[in-house]
Nanobody, 125 residues
């Protein structure tokens, strides 16, 4: 059974930091691109960050560039999202996803076949 399990969400004040983790199991993800997406209440799910299978290439939404960092540890089948300088507008459910497809830039939701259940991040002002 393929599973992506996110953890590390919570409540933090504006300007604070959180580190999200996503543990993958059930298949080999070491050749997949991995991504983070988020969905705020009443809004569509949006791209946040992604990294290539090796972690050497990364992509970020403009809204988080310079504040968030995606990384992965293939030996642990885990991908991380370090979030610094958090803002109230970062409040959302954050989802981890895996894409086994070849892509020049895996930033679209449709490119991802596997999804976690999400973890809530709330940033207070």
């Amino acid at each position: 059974q393929v599973q992506l399990v996110e953890s590390g969400g919570g409540l933090v004040q504006a300007g604070g930091s959180l580190r999200l983790s996503c543990a993958a199991s059930g298949r080999t993800f070491t050749r997949d691109a991995m991504g983070w997406f988020r969905q705020a209440p009443g809004k569509e799910r949006e791209f946040v960050a992604a990294c290539s299978w090796s972690g050497s290439r990364t992509w970020y939404a403009d809204s988080v560039k310079g504040r968030f960092t995606i990384s992965r540890d293939n030996a642990k089948n885990t991908v991380y999202l370090q979030m610094n300088s958090l803002k109230p507008e970062d409040t959302a459910v954050y989802y981890c996803a895996a894409s086994p497809h070849t892509s020049w830039a895996p930033v679209g939701l449709s490119e991802y076949d596997y999804w976690g259940q999400g973890t809530q991040v709330t940033v207070s002002s």
